[in-house]
């Protein structure tokens, strides 16, 4: 027994005692009713109980140094355990995941009360019959100023059967970004589904009533040329195409909060990685590892066209700015001072980002590291660089003064000896 238990059963026995009329503080009694030794009645009573040396110290635990981050993770309303425990094992954590989720379940907020939906039949598809598209926004601020806030939108790709996923950012939700999107979509896949299910988004639609469709003219040539067909979901029912649905929720809840990125470009690469971490994983509703089944299933999946159509649609056009910069996904590219086009064509594979002139030749190629958002050519300016503001000499206008007022010419030399009188003194 604990020495505070011991003590508390001595003050139980010294008040039965002392209620039968007893000496509650006779030595030689306590110890025959308690069974404790004589010397440890003596000093019990003599100091009662004193608190243990180690009581109130706290065991150090592996998550304490990494704590001031995960405080950072809450203040971006980042409290996904899982994605929170990727993160902090890049940073040299070497814990388990539930001393993250211990730590996570005091600061976590209460879930708002959902509303309970209709039930929804699960719809499977077979390998290569179908994959579902989606487009999502996401906020993020700049610095440390909150209250710049600015979107992205977020283009998930998931394959019907294998549940592969892929996910692209781009600044705005336009058609040229979609169809970049799309080509990388199936470019990671390594192939093409028969249809692929959307929602009723203005650049894939331009029209629809209950008897007909009409497509988009652009995106309906990007069909043809691609050789897929596309499924429209029913209007206002977005539980139709669940498997996009629920991957936009996921990058929302899992990849996107308290992530840190220098420029778009840098944040789909790490959007890139995070795919294939997350397509290794078990998948919660099939319990099969997406990045397996899919080696089953793009044996099923059509071809991609040639490079000639791809690059069609894979580059696209800037205006090159008066010091030969160009302007994509956040970042500024440079070209060789020969190519004297104003508008140029760019792509980014990657981390690589290529830039093409009018006659067809590569005069800009480069890899995005880092923060840095400046990329210049080693040959942007020629060797025997002289500045010429392109300018020339003005004809600047002038002014007409009245004839009954007269000035000084700025030639015209100045009598001070008026001056020299009033200030008495000479110059």
């Known amino acids: 027994m604990s020495r505070s238990g011991n003590y508390s059963m001595l003050t139980q026995v010294q008040e039965r005692l002392k209620a039968e009329g007893k000496d509650p503080t006779n030595i030689s009694l306590l110890s025959r009713e308690t069974g404790l030794s004589r010397d440890t009645i003596r000093k019990y009573l003599a100091e009662g109980v004193r608190p243990h040396k180690g009581k109130g110290k706290r065991k150090a635990s592996k998550l304490d140094a990494f704590k001031g981050f995960l405080k950072q993770q809450f203040s971006c309303n980042q409290f996904n355990c899982e994605s929170l425990y990727d993160r902090l094992v890049e940073r040299g954590y070497d814990g388990g995941i539930t001393i993250v989720r211990e730590y996570v379940r005091q600061f976590r907020p209460e879930p708002e009360a959902a ?10 598809t077979d390998f290569g019959k179908q994959m579902q598209m989606d487009w999502g926004f996401v906020s993020y601020r700049t610095g440390t100023r909150k209250q710049r806030r600015k979107k992205l939108a977020c283009l998930v790709v998931v394959c019907g059967a294998s549940r592969k996923r892929y996910v692209e950012f781009f600044s705005s939700s336009r058609q040229e970004c979609l169809f970049i999107g799309m080509i990388h979509a199936f470019l990671y896949f390594e192939g093409i589904a028969e249809t692929m299910l959307t929602d009723n988004m203005k650049s894939v639609v331009q029209s629809r009533n209950k008897l007909s ?32 649905e629920r991957l936009v929720d996921y990058v929302k809840d899992n990849f996107f909060p308290g992530r840190t990125f220098s420029n778009l470009i840098d944040l789909n690469v790490q959007a890139l990685a995070w795919c294939d971490r997350v397509n290794d994983k078990e998948h919660g509703t099939t319990g099969l590892v997406p990045s397996e089944v899919h ?13 000639d ?8 056009e800037r205006k090159v700015s008066f010091d030969g910069m160009v302007s994509y996904e956040g970042c500024k590219f440079g070209i060789i001072h020969t190519c004297n086009d104003q508008y140029v064509n760019v792509t ?12 067809g030749e590569l005069v800009g190629d480069y890899t995005i590291t880092g923060k840095q958002k400046m990329y210049y050519h080693p040959y942007q300016w020629p060797e025997q660089y002289r500045r010429d503001n392109g300018r020339g000499k ?16 700025s030639s015209d030399s100045s009598n001070l000896a008026d001056y020299d009188h009033v200030a008495g003194g000479g110059f």
């Not at 509303?115 to 499977?124: C, D, L, N, Q």
């Not at 159509?309 to 696209?316: H, M, S, T």
């Open 115 to 124: 509303s309970v939906p209709a039930r929804t039949m699960r719809f499977e």
């Open 348 to 359: 980014r594979i990657g981390a690589g980002v290529l830039i093409m002139g009018s006659q």
């Open 394 to 409: 003005r004809n600047y206008g002038f002014a007409i003064q009245d004839d009954e007022f007269s000035t000084f010419s």
């Open 213 to 244: 469709i009409v497509f988009n003219a652009k995106y309906e040539a990007f069909m043809a040329e691609l050789g897929f067909g596309t499924r429209l979901c029913k209007v206002r029912t977005p539980q139709t195409k669940g498997k996009s």
């Open 295 to 307: 080696e089953q299933e793009k044996r099923h999946l059509k071809a991609l066209p040639s490079q």
């Open 309 to 316: 159509i791809l690059d069609r649609y894979l580059w696209v």
